[in-house]
């Protein structure tokens, strides 16, 4: 729905799930639109457009699983459309000396989560976002599992050969790491090397 507007048709397939006993899904797409500053939504705490319909599916999806007790999906989740997480990183040599080549040292935005991470790596693979996430803690770090196994993300600093050993057990079809995560060139490509040793099939990225 193009138009979502109070989510009324995410309201709508909820409770056909629930009475049929589906598997439907839905995608709600709204401009970032405020509430009149004098309206009863505003009063409510209700800023904008998009966050009466947050609430609407909420209270369908409590509402039809009180009434009904159906075995059904109510989850859902919410993403906002924004720039890359990525910094730019075009620049000229000329402009910068050796005190200041710290700034480059992340090449990501600093107000990005790993959430905001694992959304552009799970839409650079062509992956939905509907898809199962969970996570775990790996050799003390932590790591996203996308639909099982599909896709592994962890986007902690000190990632060495050690815990390259611990993910390649579970033989990943993919996994991607942040460029900063790695003490240096070095210790990326010994990671590398070593999961193609013990986990041939997995696909590694680096963002």
């Known amino acids: 729905d193009i138009f979502s507007g109070s989510a009324s048709s995410a309201d709508a397939v909820l409770n056909l799930n629930a009475a049929k006993q589906t598997n439907a899904k839905f995608i709600q797409v709204q401009l970032k639109e405020n509430t009149p500053d004098s309206s009863l939504a505003r009063e409510k705490g209700y800023d904008s457009i998009t966050e009466i319909g947050k609430e609407r ?20 989740r919410v993403y906002r459309l924004d720039s890359s997480n990525m910094e730019d990183v075009y620049y000229r040599s000329q402009d910068y000396d050796q005190s200041n080549l710290d700034l480059f040292g992340d090449n990501v935005k600093s107000d990005r989560t790993a959430d905001d991470l694992l959304a552009q790596v799970m839409l650079d693979w062509g992956l939905p976002l509907s898809l199962k996430i969970e996570q775990t803690e790996i050799s003390g770090k932590k790591v996203f599992k996308v639909a099982e196994n599909s896709l592994y993300a962890c986007f902690d600093g000190g990632i060495d050969e050690e815990f390259a050993k611990s993910i390649a057990k579970d033989e990943p079809m993919r996994i991607v790491f942040k460029d900063n995560g790695f003490a240096n060139d070095t210790a990326k490509v010994n990671v590398q090397q070593l999961l193609k040793q013990l986990s041939p099939a997995t696909e590694m990225k680096v963002i």
């Open 57 to 76: 599916i909420r209270r369908a999806a409590a509402k039809i699983k009180e009434e009904t007790g159906a075995d059904i999906d109510y989850g859902f």
